[in-house]
Each structure stands twice: as structure tokens, then as C-alpha cells.
Nanobody, 119 residues
Framework: VQLQASGGGLVQAGGSLRLSCIAS????????MGWYRQVPGKEREFVAA????????YYGDPVQGRFTISGGVGRNMVYLEMSSLKPEDTAVYYC?????????????WGKGTQVTVSS
């Protein structure tokens, strides 16, 4: 499975941005997909995830209420709608997918897309 994320960029604090991720290859066995972010020198942080089985969504505490994860009809695309962005949201955002569950040890990772929020 290959993942390609897009949609990152520069936005002012309080603004919005939408990330997209498309999965290709053997996607039929994917249990769910998610987004993680990382700042240089810090550990990777969970942002949001969605389970395809029932559409359940999960969010990290720092983004709860501001970010929304959703999936495409074919279950091979995932979106992250980010609003009320803060400078501390600046990071490289990675799309990930897993065949058995959702957590830090995802099976597949994309290359990441940079999100920069200016104050």
C-alpha cells in the first residue's frame, strides 16, 4: 500500500487548511487510516484516525474540536479538515494506514506534508 498526502502549506493563525491522502495498491484490507504529525526534535504525535468498519473517529486532545477527519467513498482516501489553526499546529503531517487497528505502530506511512501556521 502506498500513501500520498497533499494539501499542506502556509496559513495564518485562525485559518483553515484541508489535507488529503490517497492510498493505492492493495487497499481492500485496510482497517483504517489516520494522521500523525511531527516537529523536528519531538516525538511523533497522533492527530486523528478513522476506522472503516463503522466510521468511528478518534482525535488527539490538542486538536479535538478543531480538526475533522473523514473518508472517501472508496475507503482509499482520507481527509483532515483543520480549522482555528494555531502556531503550535505547525508540523509535518503524515498519513498512515493499518490493516488490523489504529495506533502508533501503523503498517503504512506516507511521506508527509508540511503545515506551517504563522502567528
Amino acid at each position: 500500500v502506498q500513501l500520498q498526502a497533499s494539501g499542506g502549506g502556509l496559513v495564518q493563525a485562525g485559518g483553515s487548511l484541508r489535507l488529503s491522502c490517497i492510498a493505492s495498491g492493495r487497499t481492500s484490507g485496510i482497517y483504517g487510516m489516520g494522521w500523525y504529525r511531527q516537529v523536528p526534535g519531538k516525538e511523533r504525535e497522533f492527530v486523528a484516525a478513522i476506522a472503516w468498519r463503522d466510521g468511528s473517529t478518534y482525535y488527539g486532545d490538542p486538536v479535538q474540536g478543531r480538526f475533522t477527519i473523514s473518508g472517501g467513498v472508496g475507503r482509499n482516501m482520507v481527509y483532515l479538515e483543520m480549522s482555528s489553526l494555531k502556531p503550535e499546529d505547525t508540523a509535518v503531517y503524515y498519513c498512515a494506514a493499518d490493516e488490523t487497528g489504529l495506533g502508533e505502530d501503523m503498517d503504512y506511512w506516507g511521506k508527509g506534508t508540511q503545515v506551517t501556521v504563522s502567528s
